[in-house]
């Protein structure tokens, strides 16, 4: 075979289809229609993040390994493998009871703080500390959590929850769905024990990214809709956690929704998200989440791309509030929102506000955003113009944007 990265998109998925599945059974297996399988096998059109999700998932492999950003099974870099490799150990090994040789444990107030640093270092995109944090908590909390009483004891099984709750957010960036769902599934033991609606939400808004991820799109929104009923507030008389739970829930809706293209749907969602958001009046943090009157509206931008209103986006993007993000704004989700705009800006013939946009993101977390789709997706657009200005992003970010 060619060097994976010299091939068309096109053949690529030809390739990964093989001789076992037929283009018909690939639309099947993706939920799209057969037209489109032998459009993206001719490379006619431009596929759109949501079939590219689809077709991934039928074809079991990230949509990265179809733009040939990464060659098939080859995957992660070995740093992120180990970092991966410790964090599946301690989430089985922590559930499973196998936590002998630890005689002293942390202390409830030390074990949340490394919590806390673990939560701040998923969204700095530094898979090794998070692996790291993570794994202490896990292995030390279920020794103490084993043992502890009353207030300590629900105290300590918020602390797992949310430490389970990260390990399955860095799991799922990289496509691990299996320990992704045995991290959450422990998480939400924990967060039942302790009788803490709020945390049971949040695990549900990770449950329907990882559908997402998966191209599970109806589960995706059903999970959302479905713990939103359930904590749903009154916004006169809801609490802030409640609020921010709400809210964080319904972008999970309203993203899943504009995956699907149902636009009515994801406009609902997102007013909802910007209700609460009002309500609250600015941007909080809780266990490891922000939500707020930012997140509302990059989200919005992100939401409103996935459904092709590439101009109602950029109206969105070009507000005054949005072009200075606040500082308490994470690496990750700062730039996830820049590619949105990036891609946005591509779809209006804006291609040198792209490029620009899309070294900023480079530039900003190079680790990141090698294990992106996007940049590939914008990479392929650009190149249509001027695949030397392309080239030139490549290397100046250190990614393979294109053949």
Not at 61 to 88: C, E, F, K, Y
Not at 94 to 106: N, Q, V
Not at 146 to 169: C, F
Not at 183 to 194: C, D, F, G, I, V
Request: aromatic residues 4%; hydrophobic residues 45%.
């Amino acid at each position: 075979m060619s060097n994976w990265a010299d091939l068309t998109n096109g053949k690529r998925i030809k390739h990964l289809r093989g001789s076992d599945l037929t283009q018909q059974g690939l639309a099947d297996a993706a939920g799209v229609s057969l037209a489109l399988v032998q459009k993206a096998e001719q490379d006619r059109g431009e596929l759109s993040v949501g079939s590219l999700l689809k077709l991934a998932s039928a074809l079991k492999t990230d949509i990265a390994v179809i733009l040939g950003q990464q060659a098939p099974r080859r995957g992660m870099n070995r740093d992120d493998r180990a970092a991966l490799h410790h964090l599946s150990d301690s989430v089985h090994e922590s559930a499973l009871g196998e936590w002998d040789g630890i005689d002293d444990p942390s202390t409830l107030d030390e074990l949340t703080r490394a919590r806390d640093l673990a939560w701040s270092a998923y969204w700095a995109s530094d898979t090794a500390k998070v692996s790291s944090l993570a794994s202490k908590v896990l292995m030390e909390g279920q020794v103490r959590y084993d043992s502890a009483t009353g207030a300590e004891r629900e105290q300590l099984a918020l602390v797992l929850a949310s430490t389970y709750r990260v390990a399955a957010s860095c799991a799922n960036g990289f496509g691990q769905r299996d320990l992704a769902l045995s991290a959450l599934t422990s998480a939400k033991l924990l967060a039942k024990e302790a009788d803490d609606p709020v945390m049971s939400a949040l695990l549900e808004s990770t449950l329907s990214w990882i559908y997402l991820r998966g191209a599970k799109t109806p589960r995706a929104v059903a999970v959302a809709e479905r713990a939103a009923l359930a904590i749903e507030p009154s916004f006169s008389r809801a609490s802030r956690p409640e609020l921010l739970a709400y809210g964080r829930l319904m972008i999970s809706a309203a993203v899943a929704a504009s995956r699907r293209e149902d636009e009515s749907a994801a406009d609902d969602y997102i007013s909802q998200a910007h209700a609460a958001a009002a309500r609250l009046g600015r941007d909080e943090r809780l266990y490891g989440t922000s939500f707020g009157p930012t997140a509302a509206k990059t989200e919005a931008v992100g939401i409103h791309v996935a459904l092709k209103n590439y101009g109602r986006a950029l109206k969105l993007a070009s507000h005054p509030a949005m072009r200075k993000l606040p500082k308490s704004m994470s690496k990750v989700a700062r730039n996830r929102y820049k590619l949105d705009v990036a891609l946005a800006q591509c779809a209006a013939g804006l291609y040198d506000q792209a490029g620009d946009t899309l070294i900023e993101v480079g530039l900003d977390a190079p680790d990141w955003v090698k294990h992106q789709a996007l940049p590939g997706v914008i990479g392929n657009r650009l190149a249509k113009v001027s695949t030397a200005r392309v080239r030139n992003i490549s290397e100046l970010i250190g990614v393979p944007l294109i053949a």
